[in-house]
């Protein structure tokens, strides 16, 4: 079992910059990748970013490739995405995902196992 809380959603202007957090319990931080999805009013949940169980390798969505940095402190059992350069559309809820399967993450949300409750972020134009 493992479970998810993330934090630092809130109400930015077009250009800020927002960190989310991801803190992570139960099963060992490090033994499962982690991934960002988002999800805009009347659309389906997206691919953000993902990062390997050791935190050397990441991936990210086109759209916010460039402006965003997930990164994972597994001291910490906690996974960030620092988003800078923010514009409206990026306006979503975000969710941390566990991916507890072996070998390379996924980009797919139906293959996480566990999710979080979910951070508002809002950007204002």
């Known amino acids: 079992q493992v479970q998810l809380v993330e934090s630092g959603g809130g109400l930015v202007q077009a250009g800020g910059s927002l960190r989310l957090s991801c803190a992570a319990s139960?099963?060992?931080?490090?033994?499962?990748?982690m991934g960002w999805f988002r999800q805009a009013p009347g659309k389906e949940r997206e691919f953000v970013a993902v990062i390997s169980r050791s935190g050397t390798s990441t991936w990210y969505a086109d759209s916010v490739k460039g402006r965003f940095t997930i990164s994972r402190d597994n001291t910490k059992n906690t996974v960030y995405l620092q988003m800078n350069s923010l514009k409206p559309e990026d306006t979503a809820v975000y969710y941390c995902?566990?991916?507890?399967?072996?070998?390379?993450?996924?980009?797919?949300?139906?293959?996480?196992?566990?999710w979080g409750q979910g951070t508002q972020v809002t950007v204002s134009s």
């Open positions: 139960g099963r060992a931080f490090s033994s499962y990748a």
């Open positions: 995902a566990a991916d507890l399967r072996i070998g390379a993450p996924s980009l797919s949300s139906n293959m996480y196992d566990y």
